[in-house]
């Protein structure tokens, strides 16, 4: 193996995908993937801090983000317009970065209790940073911790309805159909 490899990276979340869907995520290790990818452990290392970060990678940085798309919808928004927004903001950023994967980390994720512990973590932590982004604005703990909520639930469905099939629409649009589903039952 060479000491330096273009596209490292890429190998190794590639690498990784092939493993984790061909014999689930549980029976696979960082030296497989690295000699999948025809690297090193070392090189994994230098991108990747373990196994679930292949598929989680950028995660840590969604609250923060989230929390950002609240704060510029314009003051005289609704806290739950605002933070639908924000999310359609969040969406069409996020969407380009993880759709070519899109599709096959959700089956690996769905597979694995590990993984969706790990996913309801990351959604718990957005959850938090919609509601401090709308606490930020005015609205009441109360009210920012239901619409934080209600918001993670829109953006899962919209998300989970992307992956079935990522090149059909953008995120962004299914995570707009959620919201509109959702307000369009509550009037009725």
Do not use: C
């Amino acid at each position: 193996m060479t000491r330096w490899e273009p596209d490292a990276e890429e190998r190794l979340r590639a690498a990784a995908m092939e493993l984790f869907l061909e014999r689930g995520y549980d029976n696979v290790t960082v030296a497989e993937i690295a000699e999948r990818a025809g690297l090193t452990r070392r090189t994994f290392s230098r991108y990747f801090a373990d196994k679930r970060d292949v598929l989680f990678a950028g995660s840590d940085q969604l609250p923060r983000a989230v929390t950002d798309a609240v704060r510029r919808v314009e003051p005289e928004v609704t806290p739950f317009d605002a933070m639908v927004q924000a999310l359609l903001d969040v969406s069409e950023v996020l969407g380009e970065r993880v759709a070519e994967h899109a599709s096959q980390r959700r089956r690996i994720i769905d597979a694995s209790p590990e993984l969706q512990e790990r996913g309801h973590a990351k959604f718990a932590a957005v959850s938090e940073a919609i509601a401090a982004g709308l606490r930020e604005r005015g609205a009441d703990s109360s009210t920012a911790e239901l619409f934080a909520d209600v918001g993670v639930a829109i953006f899962r469905r919209g998300f989970e309805r992307w992956t079935e099939a990522p090149h059909d629409a953008p995120l962004a649009s299914r995570v707009q159909e959620a919201a509109t589903r959702l307000r369009d039952a509550a009037a009725t």
